[in-house]
């Protein structure tokens, strides 16, 4: 399996890796799932993991690399969560909403205190990362976005989109240039998704209150 960490071809003077572009290829279509709330969504994301976890682990990215690792098990929590059938509205689809004001607390607190966590483990142990703070920031929010995933809450786009704010100079800096121009895809997907999960979350909102109204 050596060729998935070779070069494939030169796009725009950037070398790009076959398992740098396969895997975000397929990373793209299990977001494209999610955003659809098909249960496709983990196991896609799943492979995507295994693949572009051979990637950074070969560029002495660990942060990315042990990213992958969370993304993956993220993936089987997240199978497991929508697979259990709790959460969905009557047409089976995954019901989505906005987290509570307690809920973003906690995932904007983990996410500041993991990244600091994580980056002094970097910073103490070099060989780890070679860009710490970037790296851990990337691998603490994508624990954050995927976890609000598993829970259907809307802000789980907000995160993807923060993580992507670092993701897209980091990648190209490290010579992965597909995982760039994948990640500005991702940014397009993301609000796209946002506005769907938003729209739904307002109707899902609103259901109950007619409900209520004697017709």
Do not use: C
């Not at 950037?14 to 975000?24: A, L, P, R, T």
């Not at 047409?91 to 995932?107: C, H, M, N, S």
């Not at 786009?157 to 991702?186: H, K, M, Q, R, T």
């Not at 999960?197 to 409900?211: F, H, I, K």
């Amino acid at each position: 399996m050596s060729w998935l960490n070779s070069e494939a071809f030169t796009l725009f003077g950037q070398h790009i890796k076959w398992s740098d572009m396969i895997g975000n290829i397929i990373g793209l279509a299990g977001l494209a799932f999610g955003w659809r709330r098909s249960l496709w969504s983990w196991p896609v994301q799943f492979l995507s993991g295994v693949i572009l976890f051979t990637a950074f682990a070969s560029a002495h990215l660990s942060g990315s690399a042990g990213k992958q690792i969370v993304v993956m098990g993220v993936a089987v929590y997240g199978w497991w969560q929508w697979s259990r059938g709790t959460g969905r509205t009557k047409d089976g689809q995954i019901t989505v909403r906005f987290a509570t004001w307690r809920e973003r607390g906690i995932l904007a607190g983990a996410a500041a205190l993991g990244t600091l966590a994580v980056a002094g483990l970097f910073t103490a142990i070099p060989t780890l990362s070679w860009d710490p703070w970037p790296d851990a920031y990337i691998f603490v929010g994508t624990i954050v976005a995927m976890y609000a995933q598993a829970r259907g809450m809307v802000e789980f786009w907000f995160a993807w989109l923060l993580v992507d704010a670092v993701g897209v100079p980091l990648n190209f800096a490290n010579g992965f240039a597909f995982s760039g121009f994948v990640y500005i895809l991702y940014g397009a997907l993301v609000l796209w998704g946002m506005r769907d999960w938003w729209l739904r979350s307002r109707t899902a909102e609103q259901r109950p209150a007619l409900e209520g109204v004697p017709a």
